[in-house]
């Protein structure tokens, strides 16, 4: 669990970023697709949760800490199909942290027992929890790096 400490610092701090580019951000501009991308701010927001969810839990045969709303609109696969209100995305910034706090605890108490190993889309081989926590600073600031872009073309910065 030691090791785990550090890491789980690093994905907190790279979500405390992304809420701080989210706190920044029209809810109009949170919702934008701009010409070139497949989605927008929020879709990246809410999937790095959906996926931190789907791999860490759902794969370990566990039921995920959050509303399976939330894996369906924001899970690999999807798209922006809505307009996203400030009532969601309150709750999705609160799940930001929420979500790795409770996963903590999980890792602490040794909830995982099994995993169904998988195959990420950068190539990356999940074989339990641990690898899948390992494996989310990398997913984390891709996804926070995405969305960095798309505000930087809604502001014309780029």
Known sequence: ???LENLLKTIRQTRKNFIQLIDRSTVEELNQVPAGFNNNMIWNFGHIIASQQI???KLAG???RIDPSYLLAYQKGTKPERFIEVREIDTLKELMLSTID???H???NEVFESYNVTTTSYGVTLNNTVEAV???PVHDAFHYGCASSIQKVLNNKL
Do not use: A
């Open 106 to 108: 999980d890792l602490k």
């Open 1 to 3: 669990m030691k090791k």
């Open 55 to 57: 791999l860490c839990y």
């Open 134 to 136: 390992q494996f989310f």
């Open 62 to 64: 566990l039921e995920p």
């Open 102 to 104: 409770v996963l903590e």
